[in-house]
């Protein structure tokens, strides 16, 4: 594999300037058309290697098959996912990443604005990249390794396998999707078209890391229907709702229950958005908890905050809307050992050392499963996501595209 590390570098560099943010306001599918150009680009590159039939949806979903090579005819078919677009909180536009050759530990001051600074202090994996080649942005963007680290390591695995067709594998499943990062990454995913029995998306962090745990997660939505009046003339009848919406949120637990104060196992409430008028407020919310009784007794606690601050004001009415998001991919990846294990098996075969964790978060992983396709998430190496501090190291992707290789060859040698 080693061979293909400045070919590795190439392509995360071109794919990391292909501007792909999704948004999360857009109801368009992909959420931003731009997501697409990249699409093109990945099938393009595909035909190159040979695969003719990679093709792009209209959804901009990609979709990818590596036909069998081997004499066997059992094969569990499997797939490999990563999502093209690149988180809305940070700019993902005119990104320039640059490479640090040889990390020694020093801090890594990124020079279009050098407030931007990656302390190993403030990064410990960095610890275990003395030696290695590291790779960010410049300072002003994110870099888009999350997931474009996990792309570039399955692209870079399919090169692999075309240039070394003595290596044994069945059907090999390749999954792109849009809007990952706003939730939708598989609401356009047809299972049927995939044809894949089991599959890893490829988006996780640290280097041997393998995640058969995530968050369940809700939105809820909090309307706040308010009491207007002349301000000149209000006593007595004005009832703000913004007032109100600032209200219910002051009074959340701010010692606990927060993502400020939890990790581990500890789920959290979580206000994302408040915006409108003295009329009318509305409030937004992620609800997260690894267990759907505490996902419950969550949401619970907040429409008992709101129901208490609403008993002020007499004349104000809320609504409290719950949007199922994903739901913890363990309850599904429990009925089938042999995909995590064999995933453990390719990590140590790559000379690693697998580290089993749970994802404070969720992938789309989690929705795969659930719609049939059982999918925990392997590492790819990005790190410092959805910040103007993100980075990835190139031997950790090198090491992604092993263990996918490894992957197929497992699956091959059990059939």
Known sequence: MENL???????????????????????????????????????????NLGLENAEM????????NLVSNSTKSCIPKIMFC???????????????PIIHENYQGQDLILPDDCSQIIRMAEHPDLKHQLGNDIITASGTTLLGADNKSGITAIMTALEYFKGNPEIKHGDIKILFTPDEEVGRGTENVDLN???ADFGYTVDGETLGSIENETFSADGVEIRIHGVSAHPGFAKGKMQNALKIGAEIIAQLP????????????????????IQGNVEFCKLSFIIRDFDESGLLAKENLLKEVVESVLTEYDNSSFEFIVNEQYRNMKVVLDKYPQVTENAIEAIKRAGIEPKLQSIRGGTDGSRLSFMGLPCPNIFAGEHAFHSKLE?????????????????????????
């Open 5 to 47: 590390k400045e070919r590795l570098i190439e392509r995360f560099f071109r794919y990391v300037k292909i501007d792909t943010q999704s948004d999360v306001e857009s109801a368009s599918a992909p959420s931003t058309e731009k997501q697409k150009n990249f699409g093109r680009l990945l099938v393009q590159e595909l035909k």
């Open 57 to 64: 949806d209209e959804f901009g979903v990609v979709y990818i």
């Open 82 to 96: 990563s999502h093209m677009d690149t988180s809305p909180d940070c700019s993902g536009e005119n990104v320039r």
């Open 193 to 195: 078209r995939l044809g």
């Open 254 to 273: 701010k010692e606990i229950l927060s993502p400020e104060t939890t990790e581990n196992k500890e789920g959290f409430i979580h206000p994302t958005d």
């Open 391 to 415: 980075w990835v190291s190139v031997q950790d992707m090198l090491k992604a595209a092993e263990v996918i290789v490894n992957l197929a060859i497992i699956y091959e040698e059990k059939a």
